[in-house]
Structures are given as C-alpha cells and as structure tokens.
C-alpha cells in the first residue's frame, strides 16, 4: 500500500509540476513543501561545481559545515579527496546548473561499524528556509536506508538551530555536549517502496538535469546568434558612414 502510494504521489508531484509552468523544476520554488525537489547524484564531473559552491560559503558556514574554519586549500583538498566510488554525494542545481545545496553521505570505512553513516549538508544562503536541507536529509535516508545502513550519524555545533531542527523533526535522538552536538537517527531496514522511491526520484533528477542543461546550451546558442547579429548590424553602420 505504501509503495503504491509512494509511487502514485511521486507520479502525480512530478506531473503536475511539469504542467503548472512551462519551466516547472527549473525555477526555484520558494518552499519545498509538497514539491518533488531534483535531487541529483554527484560524480567526479561535478568536483568543480563542488568547490564552487563550498568555497562561497562565509567563513561562520565554514564551521558549521566542517566543524572549524576551513580555509579554501582545506576545501579544495576535501573535496578532490571525495571517494564517490565509497560515499554517496547529492546535490541540488538550479535553473543555470549552479549546485545551491550540497549533501555528502559518507560510509564507515570501519567494518566494526560498518553499518553506520555520516551525513553532513550544506545549503548556500540565498537558498536556506526553502526546505532544501531537510529534503537533502530525507533523501540521504533512503539511500542509507538501501545501502544496508542501520544508524546515520550528525554531527553539529550546538548553536546549529536548522541542523538540529532537521533531525528532532526526522526522529533522530539529539544528544548535546556544550558546543558540540550529536544526533542519531535509526534507520528501518530498506523496503521495495524505500527502494521503488530511490529509482523514480534518481529519475526524475536525470530528467531535470538534462533538461536544465539543454535550456542553457540553447540560451548559450540564442546569445552568442544575438552577439553575431549585432556585429553584422555595427559593421553595417560603419560601412555607411
Ligand atoms: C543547516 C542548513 C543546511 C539548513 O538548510 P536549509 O535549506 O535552510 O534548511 P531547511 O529549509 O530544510 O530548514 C530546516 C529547519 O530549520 C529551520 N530553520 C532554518 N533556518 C533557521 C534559523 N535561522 N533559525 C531557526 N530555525 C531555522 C526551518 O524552519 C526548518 O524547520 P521546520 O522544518 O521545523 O520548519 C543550512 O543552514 C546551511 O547550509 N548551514 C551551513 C552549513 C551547516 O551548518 N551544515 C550542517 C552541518 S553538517
């Protein structure tokens, strides 16, 4: 029932944002709430895009990202370390293909914890309040949830309101220790609804992406016709004069 459920609501979020607006998906919605946010799985070929978007932050994100101040080598080296073969990094475009809202899910590498991951989030700020984070959370659940991972584990300083909020609001038992804050939410074993889910969202994010990316390049086209149109007309004028 669930996954009939699942699958209908997931059909019907996608459909009827498709058809309210010619550019549904592309256009950032000011709440998330009941919209199917594009949610795309990251691979090397967004390591730029990555940097791009973690190197924006201000210094305060910095630290409650990483937990200290990350300079920008620091940044860089973390993220031309990421193991996208091991972890599992999401990643929110918007309509000009710039990554507003980075997840990365990392795996234990101990096989006495083997079960256990790490969620850590980042959203950039013009983007925060929309929800991007908590869906990034839930998304990240699933996926752990399907990989065979029993606990996820977040980390986050104390005065971390809206990371924290996130994971009261997802059942995780939130344990504070003066500064620092830890939280840990216990996952269910994966479904085939868990499992139907993860397939259609990666979809529907496939879809998305590819379609944000012909936009652009037709953008890309329609501007650079313009460029040349307006150097014919310029040449025109001169030759007249
Ligand atoms: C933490 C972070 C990812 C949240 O992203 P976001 O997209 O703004 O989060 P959401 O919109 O999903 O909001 C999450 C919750 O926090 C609440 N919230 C958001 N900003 C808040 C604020 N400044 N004060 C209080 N609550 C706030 C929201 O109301 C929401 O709660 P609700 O579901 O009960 O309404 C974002 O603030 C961020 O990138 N911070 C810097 C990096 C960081 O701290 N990462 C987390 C450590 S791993």
């Not at 620091?74 to 999401?90: C, K």
């Not at 259609?200 to 496939?206: G, T």
Request: proline share 3%; net charge neutral.
């Amino acid at each position: 029932m669930t996954l009939v459920k699942t699958l209908l609501q997931t059909t019907v979020n996608a459909g009827r944002q498709m058809l309210s607006q010619p550019l549904s998906g592309l256009v950032e919605p000011k709440s998330t709430h009941g919209v199917l946010v594009p949610i795309c799985s990251l691979g090397p070929q967004h390591r730029e895009r990555m940097a791009q978007h973690l190197l924006a932050l201000g210094s305060q994100d910095r630290y409650m990202r990483f937990g200290y101040m990350a300079t920008d080598e620091q940044i860089q080296r973390y993220v031309d370390a990421l193991d996208f073969g091991r972890d599992e990094i999401f990643g929110i475009f918007n309509r000009y293909l710039k990554l507003v809202a980075l997840a990365h899910l990392a795996y234990s590498r101990d096989s006495q914890t083997g079960s256990c991951a790490e969620f850590g989030v980042s959203v950039q700020p013009q983007s925060r309040g929309r929800g991007y984070g908590a869906r990034l959370f839930e998304h990240a659940t699933m996926h752990a949830r399907n990989a065979g991972v029993k606990m996820l584990f977040i980390h986050a300083l104390s005065e971390n309101i809206p990371m924290i909020s996130i994971a009261r609001k997802h059942g995780a038992r939130v344990e504070r220790d003066g500064s620092e804050t830890e939280a840990y939410l216990l996952l269910p074993p994966a479904d085939l609804d868990s499992q139907l889910t993860e397939l259609v969202s990666e979809q529907f994010a496939q879809t998305n992406y590819a379609i944000k990316k012909q936009v652009n390049r037709f953008l890309d086209t329609l501007a650079e016709m313009q460029e040349i149109r307006q150097g014919v007309r310029e040449a025109r004028h001169q030759s007249a004069e």
